[in-house]
């Protein structure tokens, strides 16, 4: 089966610029997950969907980040305006639902963006 | 809220040996899930293992099996036979939530 398809796999732009990420998760997969991975850690949760709706957005800095998962597919992760501290790989990431047990989620090979 | 501690910045291993990875968590929760997750350098994660906090047998996948402490909140990850494949950061997870600092695993021929 495909993968959780990401891009683009590299992005450099400059403090204060927007970007935006794209993710195609694996089909049928109803939950979907954005990860940021700063350099030496592990990745945090940002935002997870469960089909189109938001599940836990705890952790994303609403003020500069969004996201969203039109249709319950593909999903966008935008950054805007961008900081030097958002340097980091970001990582989306599905997973299948079942109501009985926590299914393992299935990575992308994310995407390393460098704000200059 | 819950926490994820691996205080093993970097290990080596020689190939054919046996390793373990430490992993300690926090929580209050009663049911929950484990995992341990490969990150290759070309950066895709992978699952390795996972372990649901209701069972009391450990998770076998293979080679890699884990030490799974409830009441001590620990879930160490053992990899039996290493092979040079197996270089990678390691992460231990609970749920697909929190995630630790990770391992860096060498296996040296």
């Known amino acids: 089966e495909a993968g959780v398809a990401q891009s683009p796999r590299y992005k450099i732009i400059e403090k204060r610029q927007s970007v935006a990420f794209w993710c195609n998760p694996i089909?049928?997969?109803?939950?979907l997950y954005w990860y940021q991975q700063i350099l030496g850690q592990g990745p945090k949760l940002l935002i997870q969907?469960?089909?189109?709706?938001?599940?836990?957005d705890s952790q994303l800095p609403k003020d500069r980040f969004s996201a969203e998962r039109l249709k319950g597919v593909d999903s966008t992760l935008k950054i805007q305006p961008a900081k030097l501290e958002d340097s980091a790989v970001y990582l989306c990431?599905?997973?299948?639902?079942?109501?009985?047990?926590?299914?393992?989620?299935?990575f992308g090979q994310g995407t390393r963006l460098t704000v200059v | 809220a819950q926490t994820v501690t691996q205080s093993q910045p970097e290990m080596s291993v020689q190939e054919a040996e046996t390793v373990t990875l430490s992993c300690t968590y926090d929580?209050?929760?009663?049911?929950?899930?484990l995992f341990w997750y490969k990150q290759p350098p070309s950066r895709q994660m992978i699952l390795v293992i996972r372990?649901?906090?209701?069972?009391?047998q450990n998770a076998t996948e293979n080679r890699f099996s884990v030490n799974f402490q409830k009441a001590a909140k620990s879930f160490s990850l053992k990899i039996s036979d290493s092979q040079l494949g197996d270089t990678a950061m390691y992460f231990c997870?609970?749920?697909?939530?929190?995630f630790g600092t990770g391992t860096r695993l060498k296996v040296l021929a």
């Open positions: 990431a599905s997973s299948f639902w079942r109501r009985d047990m926590n299914t393992e989620a299935f």
């Open positions: 997870a609970f749920d697909k939530y929190i």
């Open positions: 372990q649901e906090a209701y069972k009391q």
């Open positions: 969907f469960q089909n189109n709706g938001v599940v836990d």
């Open positions: 929580t209050s929760e009663n049911n929950y899930y």
């Open positions: 089909s049928g997969h109803a939950t």
